[in-house]
């Protein structure tokens, strides 16, 4: 499904205020597993509090022991530390990566920003080499704008 017939999507199931937002979250995740055959695993992770680490709050996809993942450490460590989008064409190319599944050939992490602060991010993994284009940065982008707004 392309990406602007899902922008209303995400929208919706944001503004559902009969759902938690954790629960909100949850079901963006399974709206872009579901709709983009190539995000295996859609998670969002944010601060631990005052801690120097990301929490996962919420995901879809093959269960992982990365509930904690401190600043600096993995991909999405390093996006916490360096407030950049950062796209994994290769996995196993990153010297700083943390497996989750041997079924992982890339990654794709966007900052959520939040008053102008890093707050958290979405993080998906693929199991299809290079797969991400701007076009999935500019969408992501555009879903975690959408998630801040109800944080």
Known sequence: MPFEELKP????LLKNEDQSVTDRLHTICQLLKDKIDY???VGFYFKNEDKEELKLRTYVGA????VIIPFGKGICG?????NENFVVPDVQAQDNYIACSFTVKSE?????FKNGENIGQIDIDSETPNPFTE???R?????NQEVAKIL
């Open 9 to 12: 999507q995400v929208i919706q």
């Open 39 to 41: 995000y295996d695993w």
């Open 78 to 82: 390093q996006v916490a530390v360096s």
């Open 63 to 66: 269960e992982t022991d990365h």
């Open 108 to 112: 794709i992490v966007i900052p959520l």
């Open 139 to 143: 969408f992501l982008e555009f879903v």
């Open 135 to 137: 076009k999935d940065e």
